[in-house]
Protein backbone atom coordinates (compact mmCIF):
# COMPACT_ATOMS: atom_id res chain seq x y z
CA UNK A 1 0.00 0.00 0.00
CA UNK A 2 1.29 3.35 -0.74
CA UNK A 3 1.45 5.84 2.14
CA UNK A 4 1.54 9.83 1.70
CA UNK A 5 5.20 10.30 2.52
CA UNK A 6 4.23 13.10 5.18
CA UNK A 7 2.46 10.26 6.99
CA UNK A 8 5.98 8.32 6.51
CA UNK A 9 8.18 11.00 7.80
CA UNK A 10 5.26 11.83 10.84
CA UNK A 11 5.52 7.82 11.69
CA UNK A 12 9.27 8.35 12.47
CA UNK A 13 9.25 11.44 13.86
CA UNK A 14 6.47 10.46 16.66
CA UNK A 15 9.24 9.80 19.26
CA UNK A 16 10.66 13.05 18.61
CA UNK A 17 7.21 14.86 18.86
CA UNK A 18 7.93 16.72 22.29
CA UNK A 19 11.30 18.38 20.83
CA UNK A 20 9.90 19.82 17.63
CA UNK A 21 6.79 21.28 19.78
CA UNK A 22 9.48 22.49 21.59
CA UNK A 23 11.07 24.31 18.84
CA UNK A 24 7.60 25.45 17.15
CA UNK A 25 6.73 26.70 20.42
CA UNK A 26 10.09 28.70 20.40
CA UNK A 27 9.68 29.81 16.54
CA UNK A 28 6.05 31.15 17.61
CA UNK A 29 7.48 32.72 20.68
CA UNK A 30 10.15 34.49 18.79
CA UNK A 31 7.93 36.09 16.25
CA UNK A 32 5.81 37.06 18.97
CA UNK A 33 8.40 38.87 20.51
CA UNK A 34 9.13 40.67 17.38
CA UNK A 35 5.11 41.13 17.13
CA UNK A 36 5.16 42.40 20.53
CA UNK A 37 8.37 44.45 20.08
CA UNK A 38 7.12 46.62 16.90
CA UNK A 39 3.82 46.76 19.10
CA UNK A 40 5.19 48.45 21.99
CA UNK A 41 7.37 50.97 20.18
CA UNK A 42 4.89 51.90 18.04
CA UNK A 43 2.52 52.37 21.61
CA UNK A 44 5.73 54.35 22.83
CA UNK A 45 6.38 56.31 19.87
CA UNK A 46 2.65 57.56 19.74
CA UNK A 47 2.15 58.01 23.56
CA UNK A 48 5.30 59.68 23.85
CA UNK A 49 3.65 62.79 22.15
CA UNK A 50 1.07 63.06 24.98
CA UNK A 51 3.37 63.15 27.98
CA UNK A 52 2.58 59.90 29.66
CA UNK A 53 3.85 59.64 33.16
CA UNK A 54 7.80 58.78 33.39
CA UNK A 55 6.70 55.31 35.01
CA UNK A 56 4.63 54.14 32.23
CA UNK A 57 7.54 55.24 29.61
CA UNK A 58 10.12 53.23 31.68
CA UNK A 59 7.78 50.52 31.28
CA UNK A 60 7.27 50.58 27.79
CA UNK A 61 11.12 51.50 27.35
CA UNK A 62 12.27 48.55 29.44
CA UNK A 63 9.60 46.10 27.54
CA UNK A 64 11.26 47.50 24.26
CA UNK A 65 14.52 45.99 24.98
CA UNK A 66 13.70 42.99 26.72
CA UNK A 67 11.50 41.96 23.94
CA UNK A 68 14.39 42.57 21.63
CA UNK A 69 16.84 40.79 23.47
CA UNK A 70 14.42 37.96 24.20
CA UNK A 71 13.93 37.79 19.75
CA UNK A 72 17.05 36.90 19.66
CA UNK A 73 17.26 34.77 22.63
CA UNK A 74 14.41 32.45 21.74
CA UNK A 75 15.58 32.63 17.52
CA UNK A 76 18.56 31.06 19.19
CA UNK A 77 17.28 28.66 21.14
CA UNK A 78 14.53 27.25 18.41
CA UNK A 79 17.46 27.16 15.63
CA UNK A 80 19.43 24.72 18.64
CA UNK A 81 16.22 22.73 19.51
CA UNK A 82 14.77 22.72 16.15
CA UNK A 83 17.95 21.43 14.32
CA UNK A 84 18.33 18.29 17.40
CA UNK A 85 14.59 16.97 17.07
CA UNK A 86 15.25 16.84 13.02
CA UNK A 87 18.46 15.40 13.11
CA UNK A 88 17.40 12.96 15.41
CA UNK A 89 14.70 12.06 12.89
CA UNK A 90 16.84 12.30 9.49
CA UNK A 91 19.40 9.85 11.37
CA UNK A 92 16.28 7.42 12.07
CA UNK A 93 15.21 8.18 8.60
CA UNK A 94 18.77 7.25 6.65
CA UNK A 95 19.35 4.31 9.03
CA UNK A 96 16.34 2.75 7.77
CA UNK A 97 17.11 3.41 4.30
CA UNK A 98 20.17 2.19 4.11
CA UNK A 99 18.76 -0.71 5.99
CA UNK A 100 15.84 -0.89 3.27
CA UNK A 101 19.12 -0.63 0.35
CA UNK A 102 20.99 -3.29 2.19
CA UNK A 103 18.29 -6.03 2.49
CA UNK A 104 17.83 -5.44 -1.68
CA UNK A 105 21.21 -6.00 -2.46
CA UNK A 106 20.39 -9.83 -3.30
CA UNK A 107 18.65 -9.81 -6.54
CA UNK A 108 21.58 -7.92 -8.20
CA UNK A 109 20.60 -8.93 -12.03
CA UNK A 110 17.15 -7.72 -11.11
CA UNK A 111 19.01 -4.69 -9.99
CA UNK A 112 21.08 -3.97 -13.15
CA UNK A 113 17.76 -4.91 -15.31
CA UNK A 114 16.07 -1.74 -13.00
CA UNK A 115 18.95 0.67 -13.93
CA UNK A 116 19.01 -0.03 -17.00
CA UNK A 117 15.39 0.62 -17.57
CA UNK A 118 15.64 3.73 -15.61
CA UNK A 119 18.49 5.25 -16.84
CA UNK A 120 20.51 5.62 -13.77
CA UNK A 121 23.93 3.84 -11.92
CA UNK A 122 23.65 2.69 -8.83
CA UNK A 123 26.19 5.64 -7.33
CA UNK A 124 23.17 7.77 -9.15
CA UNK A 125 20.49 6.01 -7.07
CA UNK A 126 22.50 6.61 -3.61
CA UNK A 127 23.97 10.27 -3.95
CA UNK A 128 20.24 11.00 -5.09
CA UNK A 129 18.61 8.87 -2.10
CA UNK A 130 21.13 10.90 0.06
CA UNK A 131 19.91 14.56 -0.89
CA UNK A 132 16.21 13.10 -0.48
CA UNK A 133 16.13 11.91 3.20
CA UNK A 134 17.76 15.62 3.36
CA UNK A 135 14.14 16.59 2.32
CA UNK A 136 12.92 14.83 5.23
CA UNK A 137 15.23 18.05 7.71
CA UNK A 138 13.74 20.48 5.16
CA UNK A 139 10.37 19.42 5.60
CA UNK A 140 10.47 19.17 9.06
CA UNK A 141 12.75 22.77 9.78
CA UNK A 142 10.89 24.74 7.10
CA UNK A 143 7.65 23.51 6.70
CA UNK A 144 6.45 22.19 10.39
CA UNK A 145 8.69 24.53 12.38
CA UNK A 146 7.38 27.76 10.52
CA UNK A 147 3.95 26.17 10.33
CA UNK A 148 3.31 25.81 13.70
CA UNK A 149 4.52 29.45 14.38
CA UNK A 150 2.09 31.19 12.31
CA UNK A 151 -0.43 28.82 13.23
CA UNK A 152 0.26 29.98 16.78
CA UNK A 153 0.89 33.74 16.12
CA UNK A 154 -1.98 34.25 14.04
CA UNK A 155 -4.23 33.10 16.68
CA UNK A 156 -2.57 35.10 19.12
CA UNK A 157 -2.98 37.68 17.17
CA UNK A 158 -6.44 37.83 16.41
CA UNK A 159 -7.22 37.09 20.06
CA UNK A 160 -5.40 40.13 20.81
CA UNK A 161 -7.21 42.00 18.06
CA UNK A 162 -10.71 40.65 19.37
CA UNK A 163 -9.58 41.97 22.85
CA UNK A 164 -9.27 45.62 21.41
CA UNK A 165 -12.31 45.64 18.90
CA UNK A 166 -13.90 42.14 18.26
CA UNK A 167 -14.58 43.75 13.88
CA UNK A 168 -10.80 44.53 14.11
CA UNK A 169 -10.09 40.63 15.18
CA UNK A 170 -12.79 39.42 12.28
CA UNK A 171 -10.96 41.39 9.57
CA UNK A 172 -7.67 40.51 10.95
CA UNK A 173 -8.55 36.58 10.70
CA UNK A 174 -9.94 37.14 7.07
CA UNK A 175 -6.39 38.69 6.13
CA UNK A 176 -4.34 35.84 8.11
CA UNK A 177 -7.12 33.02 6.41
CA UNK A 178 -5.28 35.02 2.98
CA UNK A 179 -1.84 35.18 3.70
CA UNK A 180 -1.59 32.10 5.11
CA UNK A 181 -4.16 29.47 3.67
CA UNK A 182 -5.11 30.94 -0.10
CA UNK A 183 -1.35 32.79 -0.55
CA UNK A 184 0.60 29.65 0.33
CA UNK A 185 -2.15 27.08 -1.60
CA UNK A 186 -1.87 29.26 -4.88
CA UNK A 187 2.34 29.25 -4.72
CA UNK A 188 2.21 25.31 -3.73
CA UNK A 189 -0.24 25.09 -7.19
CA UNK A 190 1.76 27.23 -9.26
CA UNK A 191 5.69 25.14 -8.35
CA UNK A 192 3.91 21.87 -8.52
CA UNK A 193 2.47 22.99 -11.92
CA UNK A 194 6.06 24.17 -13.03
CA UNK A 195 8.30 21.80 -11.06
CA UNK A 196 7.01 18.95 -13.21
CA UNK A 197 8.29 19.99 -16.52
CA UNK A 198 11.65 22.35 -14.78
CA UNK A 199 13.12 18.73 -13.55
CA UNK A 200 13.21 16.60 -16.12
CA UNK A 201 14.29 19.17 -18.75
CA UNK A 202 16.94 20.22 -16.55
CA UNK A 203 18.10 16.43 -16.36
CA UNK A 204 18.13 16.39 -19.95
CA UNK A 205 19.68 19.64 -20.67
CA UNK A 206 22.55 17.90 -18.20
CA UNK A 207 22.20 15.10 -20.64
CA UNK A 208 22.95 17.37 -23.45
CA UNK A 209 26.19 19.18 -21.87
CA UNK A 210 27.72 16.10 -21.18
CA UNK A 211 26.68 14.64 -25.03
CA UNK A 212 27.75 17.56 -26.21
CA UNK A 213 31.29 17.75 -24.67
CA UNK A 214 32.16 13.93 -24.47
CA UNK A 215 30.44 13.16 -27.37
CA UNK A 216 31.68 16.18 -29.81
CA UNK A 217 34.06 14.14 -32.05
CA UNK A 218 31.47 11.16 -32.92
CA UNK A 219 28.86 14.05 -33.30
CA UNK A 220 31.31 15.59 -35.70
CA UNK A 221 32.01 12.28 -37.53
CA UNK A 222 28.42 11.72 -38.03
CA UNK A 223 27.80 15.06 -39.10
CA UNK A 224 25.14 15.56 -36.23
CA UNK A 225 26.85 18.34 -34.50
CA UNK A 226 24.40 20.88 -36.01
CA UNK A 227 21.02 18.90 -35.04
CA UNK A 228 22.41 18.16 -31.59
CA UNK A 229 23.14 21.69 -30.82
CA UNK A 230 20.10 22.65 -32.29
CA UNK A 231 18.41 20.50 -30.01
CA UNK A 232 20.31 21.50 -27.00
CA UNK A 233 19.24 25.03 -27.90
CA UNK A 234 15.72 24.60 -28.11
CA UNK A 235 16.00 22.87 -24.64
CA UNK A 236 17.70 25.65 -22.73
CA UNK A 237 15.56 28.36 -24.69
CA UNK A 238 12.10 26.20 -23.03
CA UNK A 239 13.83 25.73 -19.81
CA UNK A 240 14.87 29.87 -19.68
CA UNK A 241 11.28 30.20 -20.72
CA UNK A 242 9.60 28.14 -17.65
CA UNK A 243 12.16 29.63 -15.29
CA UNK A 244 11.71 33.64 -16.18
CA UNK A 245 7.38 32.54 -16.19
CA UNK A 246 7.83 31.06 -13.00
CA UNK A 247 9.68 33.44 -11.47
CA UNK A 248 7.13 36.19 -12.62
CA UNK A 249 4.45 34.51 -10.95
CA UNK A 250 6.56 34.08 -7.89
CA UNK A 251 6.92 37.81 -7.85
CA UNK A 252 2.97 38.37 -8.53
CA UNK A 253 2.43 36.26 -5.55
CA UNK A 254 4.83 37.70 -3.40
CA UNK A 255 3.26 40.99 -4.15
CA UNK A 256 -0.25 39.65 -3.66
CA UNK A 257 1.15 39.20 0.13
CA UNK A 258 2.22 42.58 0.22
CA UNK A 259 -1.33 43.58 -0.42
CA UNK A 260 -3.17 41.49 1.51
CA UNK A 261 -0.79 42.86 4.62
CA UNK A 262 -1.79 46.18 3.52
CA UNK A 263 -5.18 45.36 2.46
CA UNK A 264 -5.91 43.86 6.23
CA UNK A 265 -3.67 46.87 7.80
CA UNK A 266 -5.69 49.37 6.80
CA UNK A 267 -9.14 47.36 6.92
CA UNK A 268 -8.23 46.78 10.79
CA UNK A 269 -7.26 50.46 11.16
CA UNK A 270 -10.43 51.32 9.50
CA UNK A 271 -13.06 48.97 11.55
CA UNK A 272 -10.54 50.33 14.87
CA UNK A 273 -11.81 53.77 14.16
CA UNK A 274 -15.14 53.67 12.84
CA UNK A 275 -14.97 51.21 16.71
CA UNK A 276 -13.82 54.70 18.39
CA UNK A 277 -10.97 52.89 19.66
CA UNK A 278 -8.34 54.85 21.45
CA UNK A 279 -5.97 56.24 18.97
CA UNK A 280 -2.92 55.03 20.29
CA UNK A 281 -4.28 51.60 20.26
CA UNK A 282 -5.42 51.91 16.83
CA UNK A 283 -1.51 52.80 15.87
CA UNK A 284 -0.58 49.59 17.37
CA UNK A 285 -3.32 47.59 15.81
CA UNK A 286 -2.10 48.62 12.64
CA UNK A 287 1.46 48.01 12.71
CA UNK A 288 1.10 44.49 14.69
CA UNK A 289 -1.71 43.24 12.44
CA UNK A 290 1.56 44.29 9.07
CA UNK A 291 3.63 41.88 11.31
CA UNK A 292 1.06 39.20 11.88
CA UNK A 293 0.54 39.01 8.68
CA UNK A 294 3.78 38.96 7.49
CA UNK A 295 4.26 36.35 9.62
CA UNK A 296 1.86 34.62 8.19
CA UNK A 297 3.09 34.90 4.56
CA UNK A 298 5.89 32.88 6.25
CA UNK A 299 4.07 30.13 4.78
CA UNK A 300 3.82 30.92 1.39
CA UNK A 301 7.67 30.04 1.23
CA UNK A 302 7.04 27.03 3.14
CA UNK A 303 4.23 25.70 0.80
CA UNK A 304 7.14 26.55 -2.21
CA UNK A 305 9.87 24.29 -0.69
CA UNK A 306 7.27 21.53 0.42
CA UNK A 307 6.02 21.16 -3.57
CA UNK A 308 9.72 21.21 -4.01
CA UNK A 309 10.42 18.40 -1.79
CA UNK A 310 7.39 16.34 -2.59
CA UNK A 311 9.18 14.46 -5.11
CA UNK A 312 12.19 13.42 -3.07
CA UNK A 313 9.88 12.66 0.10
CA UNK A 314 7.82 10.11 -2.21
CA UNK A 315 10.98 8.14 -2.93
CA UNK A 316 12.30 7.92 0.67
CA UNK A 317 8.64 6.87 1.84
CA UNK A 318 8.31 4.57 -0.87
CA UNK A 319 11.25 3.08 -0.49
CA UNK A 320 11.01 2.96 3.29
CA UNK A 321 7.33 1.21 2.92
CA UNK A 322 8.15 -1.06 0.07
CA UNK A 323 5.83 0.57 -2.07
CA UNK A 324 8.37 1.06 -4.65
CA UNK A 325 8.20 -2.93 -5.39
CA UNK A 326 11.87 -3.32 -4.55
CA UNK A 327 14.30 -2.39 -7.43
CA UNK A 328 12.34 -0.94 -9.68
CA UNK A 329 10.35 -2.36 -12.55
CA UNK A 330 11.50 -2.59 -15.90
CA UNK A 331 9.16 -0.37 -17.38
CA UNK A 332 8.72 2.32 -14.79
CA UNK A 333 11.45 5.38 -15.73
CA UNK A 334 11.04 8.10 -12.69
CA UNK A 335 9.68 11.48 -13.39
CA UNK A 336 12.55 13.45 -13.41
CA UNK A 337 15.05 10.85 -15.36
CA UNK A 338 16.67 12.69 -18.40
CA UNK A 339 14.96 12.37 -21.50
CA UNK A 340 17.16 10.52 -23.83
CA UNK A 341 19.14 13.39 -25.10
CA UNK A 342 19.36 11.40 -28.97
CA UNK A 343 18.01 11.14 -31.74
CA UNK A 344 19.68 13.68 -33.21
CA UNK A 345 18.39 13.57 -36.94
CA UNK A 346 21.87 13.86 -38.37
CA UNK A 347 21.66 14.17 -41.89
CA UNK A 348 21.54 10.60 -43.34
CA UNK A 349 19.67 11.67 -46.31
CA UNK A 350 22.71 11.93 -48.40
CA UNK A 351 23.98 8.95 -49.29
CA UNK A 352 27.24 9.55 -51.32
CA UNK A 353 27.74 7.32 -53.99
CA UNK A 354 30.42 5.78 -56.27
CA UNK A 355 34.38 4.09 -55.06
CA UNK A 356 36.56 6.20 -53.81
CA UNK A 357 40.00 5.89 -53.87
CA UNK A 358 42.42 7.56 -51.05
CA UNK A 359 45.81 8.69 -51.01
CA UNK A 360 47.72 9.79 -48.24
CA UNK A 361 50.76 11.69 -49.41
CA UNK A 362 53.60 12.68 -47.28
CA UNK A 363 51.65 13.07 -44.20
CA UNK A 364 53.49 15.11 -41.23
CA UNK A 365 51.54 15.88 -37.88
CA UNK A 366 53.16 17.46 -34.82
CA UNK A 367 51.02 18.26 -31.99
CA UNK A 368 53.42 20.57 -30.31
CA UNK A 369 56.03 22.23 -32.38
CA UNK A 370 58.66 21.39 -29.75
CA UNK A 371 57.63 17.81 -29.28
CA UNK A 372 58.23 14.73 -31.60
CA UNK A 373 56.22 14.17 -34.30
CA UNK A 374 52.84 11.90 -34.48
CA UNK A 375 53.31 11.46 -37.95
CA UNK A 376 56.93 11.91 -39.90
CA UNK A 377 56.07 11.22 -43.86
CA UNK A 378 53.33 8.95 -44.51
CA UNK A 379 52.34 7.75 -48.16
CA UNK A 380 49.66 5.24 -48.06
CA UNK A 381 47.83 4.25 -51.52
CA UNK A 382 44.09 2.59 -50.24
CA UNK A 383 42.58 1.60 -53.79
CA UNK A 384 38.69 1.46 -53.56
CA UNK A 385 37.29 -1.60 -51.32
CA UNK A 386 41.40 -2.70 -49.67
CA UNK A 387 41.73 -3.12 -46.62
CA UNK A 388 44.11 -2.29 -44.81
CA UNK A 389 45.76 -2.67 -40.77
CA UNK A 390 47.70 -0.37 -39.11
CA UNK A 391 49.63 -1.47 -36.56
CA UNK A 392 52.37 -0.58 -33.95
CA UNK A 393 52.96 0.22 -30.51
CA UNK A 394 51.20 2.42 -28.24
CA UNK A 395 51.84 6.23 -29.39
CA UNK A 396 53.43 5.16 -33.04
CA UNK A 397 50.95 7.57 -34.40
CA UNK A 398 47.82 5.22 -35.36
CA UNK A 399 44.96 7.26 -34.16
CA UNK A 400 46.94 10.13 -35.34
CA UNK A 401 46.91 8.45 -38.90
CA UNK A 402 42.98 7.99 -38.67
CA UNK A 403 42.48 11.71 -37.47
CA UNK A 404 44.09 12.51 -40.54
CA UNK A 405 41.91 10.14 -42.95
CA UNK A 406 38.96 11.56 -41.37
CA UNK A 407 39.59 15.03 -41.61
CA UNK A 408 39.32 15.48 -37.50
CA UNK A 409 43.07 16.35 -37.99
CA UNK A 410 44.71 18.63 -39.98
CA UNK A 411 48.29 17.60 -41.16
CA UNK A 412 50.92 19.93 -40.90
CA UNK A 413 52.31 19.15 -44.39
CA UNK A 414 51.31 16.32 -47.11
CA UNK A 415 47.73 15.92 -47.83
CA UNK A 416 44.72 13.40 -48.37
CA UNK A 417 42.82 13.12 -50.78
CA UNK A 418 39.39 11.11 -52.02
CA UNK A 419 39.26 10.48 -56.10
CA UNK A 420 41.91 13.03 -56.65
CA UNK A 421 40.61 16.14 -54.53
CA UNK A 422 41.94 17.17 -51.44
CA UNK A 423 40.39 16.42 -48.49
CA UNK A 424 40.51 19.62 -47.17
CA UNK A 425 38.69 20.79 -50.10
CA UNK A 426 35.47 18.29 -49.47
CA UNK A 427 32.40 20.26 -47.75
CA UNK A 428 32.16 19.35 -43.90
CA UNK A 429 28.86 18.07 -44.34
CA UNK A 430 29.69 15.91 -46.80
CA UNK A 431 32.84 14.44 -45.44
CA UNK A 432 31.28 11.91 -43.19
CA UNK A 433 29.63 10.73 -46.05
CA UNK A 434 32.54 9.55 -47.70
CA UNK A 435 34.87 8.99 -44.51
CA UNK A 436 34.48 7.95 -41.38
CA UNK A 437 33.63 5.09 -38.70
CA UNK A 438 34.78 4.12 -35.15
CA UNK A 439 36.95 6.63 -33.64
CA UNK A 440 39.01 6.26 -30.40
CA UNK A 441 37.23 7.61 -26.99
CA UNK A 442 33.96 7.39 -28.59
CA UNK A 443 31.09 8.76 -27.07
CA UNK A 444 28.12 6.24 -26.15
CA UNK A 445 25.20 8.86 -25.35
CA UNK A 446 22.76 8.29 -22.54
CA UNK A 447 20.09 7.22 -24.66
CA UNK A 448 18.53 3.83 -25.70
CA UNK A 449 20.31 1.58 -27.85
CA UNK A 450 18.16 2.06 -30.73
CA UNK A 451 18.82 6.30 -30.69
CA UNK A 452 22.49 5.60 -30.08
CA UNK A 453 22.49 2.96 -32.82
CA UNK A 454 20.84 5.76 -35.19
CA UNK A 455 23.05 8.62 -34.60
CA UNK A 456 24.22 8.67 -37.69
CA UNK A 457 21.34 7.45 -39.92
CA UNK A 458 17.70 8.22 -38.14
CA UNK A 459 16.46 6.58 -41.32
CA UNK A 460 17.93 3.29 -41.01
CA UNK A 461 15.38 0.39 -41.15
CA UNK A 462 15.25 -2.05 -38.86
CA UNK A 463 16.36 -4.72 -40.87
CA UNK A 464 19.58 -2.35 -41.10
CA UNK A 465 19.16 -1.74 -37.05
CA UNK A 466 19.75 -5.43 -36.98
CA UNK A 467 22.45 -6.07 -39.73
CA UNK A 468 24.94 -3.86 -38.30
CA UNK A 469 23.76 -4.86 -34.79
CA UNK A 470 24.40 -8.81 -36.27
CA UNK A 471 27.99 -7.92 -37.30
CA UNK A 472 29.21 -6.42 -34.18
CA UNK A 473 27.66 -9.21 -32.61
CA UNK A 474 24.90 -7.36 -30.48
CA UNK A 475 22.30 -8.64 -31.74
CA UNK A 476 21.15 -11.48 -29.29
CA UNK A 477 22.16 -9.19 -26.30
CA UNK A 478 19.51 -6.75 -27.26
CA UNK A 479 17.24 -9.52 -27.62
CA UNK A 480 17.25 -10.86 -24.53
CA UNK A 481 16.55 -7.25 -22.92
CA UNK A 482 13.16 -6.57 -21.81
CA UNK A 483 13.21 -3.11 -23.07
CA UNK A 484 15.12 -4.71 -26.28
CA UNK A 485 15.87 -1.42 -28.45
CA UNK A 486 14.59 0.82 -26.15
CA UNK A 487 16.91 -0.49 -23.62
CA UNK A 488 18.50 3.27 -21.85
CA UNK A 489 22.21 2.12 -21.60
CA UNK A 490 23.08 5.12 -19.16
CA UNK A 491 25.70 8.15 -19.32
CA UNK A 492 28.36 6.87 -21.45
CA UNK A 493 27.07 3.48 -22.16
CA UNK A 494 27.32 3.40 -17.60
CA UNK A 495 24.99 -0.14 -17.66
CA UNK A 496 26.98 -1.52 -20.03
CA UNK A 497 30.06 -4.17 -19.70
CA UNK A 498 33.01 -2.71 -21.66
CA UNK A 499 32.45 -5.62 -24.21
CA UNK A 500 29.02 -4.34 -24.95
CA UNK A 501 29.70 -1.05 -24.96
CA UNK A 502 32.40 -1.50 -27.75
CA UNK A 503 29.84 -3.55 -30.04
CA UNK A 504 27.50 -1.13 -29.28
CA UNK A 505 30.03 1.63 -30.90
CA UNK A 506 30.51 -0.92 -33.53
CA UNK A 507 27.36 -1.23 -34.88
CA UNK A 508 26.83 2.30 -35.01
CA UNK A 509 29.71 2.74 -37.47
CA UNK A 510 28.89 -0.11 -39.34
CA UNK A 511 25.24 1.09 -39.46
CA UNK A 512 26.56 4.74 -40.46
CA UNK A 513 29.66 3.39 -42.74
CA UNK A 514 30.53 6.03 -45.27
CA UNK A 515 30.18 5.12 -49.02
CA UNK A 516 34.20 5.53 -49.55
CA UNK A 517 36.11 4.45 -46.40
CA UNK A 518 35.24 3.29 -42.76
CA UNK A 519 37.83 3.53 -40.36
CA UNK A 520 37.91 1.07 -37.31
CA UNK A 521 40.18 2.33 -34.24
CA UNK A 522 40.23 -0.69 -31.81
CA UNK A 523 36.75 -2.51 -32.71
CA UNK A 524 37.39 -5.25 -30.97
CA UNK A 525 39.09 -3.75 -27.75
CA UNK A 526 37.45 -5.57 -24.64
CA UNK A 527 36.41 -8.53 -26.34
CA UNK A 528 37.95 -12.10 -25.54
CA UNK A 529 40.03 -13.62 -28.70
CA UNK A 530 37.14 -15.55 -30.09
CA UNK A 531 34.96 -12.91 -29.84
CA UNK A 532 37.29 -10.72 -31.43
CA UNK A 533 37.73 -12.61 -34.34
CA UNK A 534 34.21 -13.23 -34.95
CA UNK A 535 33.31 -10.00 -35.09
CA UNK A 536 36.08 -8.60 -37.09
CA UNK A 537 35.53 -11.21 -39.55
CA UNK A 538 31.58 -9.95 -39.95
CA UNK A 539 32.28 -6.09 -39.13
CA UNK A 540 34.88 -6.69 -42.28
CA UNK A 541 32.53 -8.58 -44.52
CA UNK A 542 29.48 -6.15 -43.48
CA UNK A 543 31.65 -3.32 -45.28
CA UNK A 544 30.70 -5.19 -48.41
CA UNK A 545 32.98 -5.12 -51.53
CA UNK A 546 33.30 -1.38 -52.95
CA UNK A 547 34.33 0.39 -49.39
CA UNK A 548 38.04 0.49 -48.12
CA UNK A 549 38.05 -0.70 -44.34
CA UNK A 550 41.39 1.09 -42.75
CA UNK A 551 41.51 -1.22 -39.40
CA UNK A 552 43.84 -0.03 -36.39
CA UNK A 553 44.37 -2.71 -33.79
CA UNK A 554 47.01 -4.36 -31.30
CA UNK A 555 45.03 -7.57 -31.88
CA UNK A 556 46.78 -9.23 -34.86
CA UNK A 557 44.93 -12.51 -35.00
CA UNK A 558 42.61 -12.41 -38.55
CA UNK A 559 44.85 -10.24 -40.43
CA UNK A 560 45.63 -12.10 -42.93
CA UNK A 561 42.49 -11.52 -44.02
CA UNK A 562 44.01 -7.79 -45.21
CA UNK A 563 45.22 -6.63 -48.34
CA UNK A 564 48.05 -4.69 -46.48
CA UNK A 565 49.45 -4.31 -42.85
CA UNK A 566 51.15 -0.69 -42.27
CA UNK A 567 53.04 -1.00 -38.76
CA UNK A 568 54.09 2.08 -37.33
CA UNK A 569 57.01 3.36 -35.26
CA UNK A 570 57.07 6.70 -33.99
CA UNK A 571 55.29 8.12 -36.81
CA UNK A 572 57.29 6.36 -39.70
CA UNK A 573 56.01 3.55 -41.60
CA UNK A 574 58.53 1.08 -39.70
CA UNK A 575 57.34 -2.27 -41.93
CA UNK A 576 54.27 -3.02 -44.61
CA UNK A 577 53.54 -5.73 -46.49
CA UNK A 578 51.07 -8.74 -46.37
CA UNK A 579 50.73 -10.45 -42.92
CA UNK A 580 52.12 -13.65 -44.07
CA UNK A 581 55.27 -11.83 -45.06
CA UNK A 582 55.67 -9.60 -42.01
CA UNK A 583 55.67 -12.51 -40.00
CA UNK A 584 58.23 -13.81 -42.47
CA UNK A 585 60.32 -10.96 -41.06
CA UNK A 586 62.30 -10.09 -37.84
CA UNK A 587 60.68 -6.66 -36.44
CA UNK A 588 57.83 -5.82 -33.88
CA UNK A 589 55.41 -7.47 -36.23
CA UNK A 590 56.69 -10.84 -35.91
CA UNK A 591 57.53 -10.53 -32.18
CA UNK A 592 53.96 -9.08 -31.28
CA UNK A 593 52.55 -12.41 -33.28
CA UNK A 594 54.64 -15.08 -31.94
CA UNK A 595 54.26 -13.20 -28.17
CA UNK A 596 50.07 -13.01 -28.93
CA UNK A 597 49.84 -16.77 -30.38
CA UNK A 598 51.80 -17.89 -27.32
CA UNK A 599 49.50 -16.40 -24.63
CA UNK A 600 46.51 -17.55 -26.71
CA UNK A 601 47.80 -20.97 -26.17
CA UNK A 602 48.43 -20.68 -23.14
CA UNK A 603 45.13 -19.12 -22.19
CA UNK A 604 43.52 -22.10 -24.42
CA UNK A 605 45.03 -24.49 -22.38
CA UNK A 606 44.66 -22.91 -18.90
CA UNK A 607 41.01 -22.84 -20.24
CA UNK A 608 40.59 -26.52 -20.91
N1 LIG B 1 45.85 15.49 -28.87
C1 LIG B 1 47.13 15.29 -28.69
N2 LIG B 1 47.92 16.25 -28.21
C2 LIG B 1 49.25 16.08 -28.05
N3 LIG B 1 49.88 14.93 -28.35
C3 LIG B 1 49.13 13.92 -28.84
C4 LIG B 1 47.74 14.05 -29.02
N4 LIG B 1 47.26 12.88 -29.53
C5 LIG B 1 48.29 12.06 -29.63
N5 LIG B 1 49.42 12.68 -29.23
C6 LIG B 1 50.78 12.13 -29.24
O1 LIG B 1 51.01 11.71 -30.55
C7 LIG B 1 51.67 10.46 -30.56
C8 LIG B 1 50.86 9.45 -31.36
O2 LIG B 1 49.62 9.22 -30.66
P1 LIG B 1 48.52 8.26 -31.23
O3 LIG B 1 47.36 8.36 -30.31
O4 LIG B 1 48.27 8.56 -32.64
O5 LIG B 1 49.22 6.85 -31.07
P2 LIG B 1 48.60 5.39 -31.17
O6 LIG B 1 49.52 4.59 -31.97
O7 LIG B 1 47.19 5.46 -31.62
O8 LIG B 1 48.67 4.96 -29.65
P3 LIG B 1 47.77 3.89 -28.88
O9 LIG B 1 48.02 2.58 -29.51
O10 LIG B 1 48.29 3.95 -27.48
O11 LIG B 1 46.36 4.38 -29.02
C9 LIG B 1 51.86 10.06 -29.11
O12 LIG B 1 53.17 10.39 -28.73
C10 LIG B 1 50.88 10.90 -28.38
O13 LIG B 1 51.36 11.21 -27.09
Not at 382 to 394: T, W
Not at 441 to 458: I, K, M, Q
Amino acid sequence: MRLRPERVVWRLARPYLGRLLGAGLLAAGTELAGLALLATATWLLVSAAGRPPLDTLTVAIVAVRALAISRGVLRYTERLAGHDAALRVVTEVRARVFAALAARRGSAAQHRAAQNSAGRHSGDLLSRLVSDVEAVQDLLLRVLVPGVAAALVGLLAVLGASAVEPLAGLALAGGLLLAGVVLPALAAMLTRRTAARVAPLRGALAGDAVDLTSGAADLAAFGATRAALDRADARARELAGLERRTAALGWAVDGLGILVAGATSAAVLTVALRAGVDGVLVGVLGVGTLAAVEAALALVGAARQWTRLRTGLTRVADLLTGADGGPESPDRRPPDAPEPTVGIGAADSEKVAGRWHCRVERVRLRYRRSGPPALDGIDLDLPAGSRIAVVGPSGAGKSSLLGVLTGMVRPDSGRVTLNGVDLADQPAERLPRIVGGLLAEAHVFHASVRENLLLGRTGATEEELAGAAGAAGLLDWVRQQPAGWDTVVGEDGGQLSGGQRQRLLLARALLAAPAGILVLDEPTEGLDPGAADRVLASATAHAGPDRTVVLVTHRLSGLDRYDEVIVLDAGRIAHRGSHAELVEQSGWYRDQWLRQAGAERDHLSVGS
